[in-house]
């Protein structure tokens, strides 16, 4: 019988804490009356038997609600080699949000011994309640604070170890503001100054300025004569292909997690948000947070309804800041997917002039936009080749799903002849043969070549 392995330091250390993870983990499942998750406990015992530690979680099905999540968090608040955090398919909804904004921030302090994710996924969430139902939730959509509050008696608070005390900020308090001044308020200005205060780890200004542009929004569309008709065009007389759908999280919950992307420490390098319903005012509130969330690396915003006026927010994000000091705040991103958003030619147009300055990105995803073969829309891609371009480091481009035919493909025939560093090219195959095959060769001439292996001669061996 062969002698067993002995266990070294490492190995027994990473079991003692995986055994502390899962006790932990079934303690928080008890207390919030929830059901452990069978595959995270699975793995766990996995990991167990060869003496390492889990560095992923993968949370998948309605099921799983924010109090699921947060046991979860609970246990990662004392364990410290998970870096991945997936959530497909839950319902967490603006508290599960708000915890993994909690974390966000609490991951940027020194001090923090838990868990410092590195990739955080919420594809599909299916808390989808209408807005008048969001004030049963944690946040307080009444006064406009964004407390935390109960949904009736005996209802306990989340006890996530970062989030058990809250501090009196300025963000707890109500301002009371001049209406005199809030009328002249410039919304144009007031994203700007948010942008430049989101460097900061405090969030008390930016809380302030939100509230400030919310309430200059809401004094220009009450000046409007009746209430706004849901039309079933665009602003440019195209018919919607795709239903308005309810938005996935709160204005409120959208903002704290906005600050907590932009608190200055932690180690997220990718963010995935697919189909979850943002729209325009989702992409505006998460915007300021990506531009100062300095690791970030991979962005997946697809599917999440967002339009022309989101996708120019986002283009200002990722527009390199004028202060140096600024600039050095912003991610380096290498991936960039916005596909499958109703961007237009407007967005499209938008995203490609900030396009020029991300000399970082190597990927961009840009599938089914609602871009066609009109005039409007081939300058709009005439612009995204330009910029293509002047920033030779892109070299995966994902246009599919953007029936832009056959006079949309012969324009973009010489940008794919010219530039060499297109290695990876996605069309709609709605095309003639003809221009198609003129498009793959194109492509393919881009590849580089392979080397042919030269066979060495044995030694020894005879000639002839």
Known sequence: MAPKEKKGPKKLLAMSQLTAFVTIYKAA???????????????????????????????????????SLCAVLDAMAGYAPIRNLVCWGCNIGDEGLQVLSQLVRAAAHKTWIGSKPRMIQVVSDGAQLPAERWSERYLDLVNGVGGMVTRGPGFQLPSLVVGRTQDVTMDTIRMQRDPAAVAGLDITSLERQLSNLMASTSCSATAFLYDQINQARAAGASTDTGPALASSQTSDGRPLLRPSRPQAFSNAVLREFSLALGTQGHMLQVLVLDHNQ????????????????????????????????????????????????LAE?????????????????????????????????????????????EPV???????????????TNIDQLDIDGNHIGDVGAKAMLPFLQEQKHIRKFRITPRLSRGIMAAVQEAVRANLPKRKKAVRKKKPGAKKF
């Not at 237009?344 to 961009?364: I, P």
């Not at 081939?378 to 002047?390: K, N, R, S």
Request: hydrophobic share 45%; aromatic share 0%.
């Open 29 to 67: 499942c008890k207390s919030y009356g929830v059901v452990p998750d069978k595959l995270l406990l699975e793995e766990a015992e996995k990991k167990l038997i060869i003496c390492k530690g889990v560095d992923k979680v993968v949370l998948r099905g309605p099921q799983h609600n924010s109090s």
């Open 377 to 391: 829309d081939l300058e709009a891609m005439q612009t995204l080749m330009d910029c293509l371009a002047a920033n």
């Open 278 to 325: 943002l729209g325009d005012i989702g992409a505006r509130l998460l915007a300021p947070g990506l531009k100062r969330c300095k690791p970030l690396q991979q962005l997946s915003m697809a599917h999440c309804g967002i339009g022309p006026e989101g996708a120019v927010a986002l283009a200002d994000s990722l527009r390199p800041d004028q202060n140096e000091l």
């Open 329 to 373: 705040l912003q991610p380096k991103l290498k991936v960039l997917n916005l596909g499958h958003n109703p961007l237009r030619a407007a967005g499209l147009a938008a995203l490609a002039v900030s396009l020029t300055h991300m000399t970082s990105l190597k990927v961009l995803h840009m599938p089914d936009v609602e871009v066609a073969s």
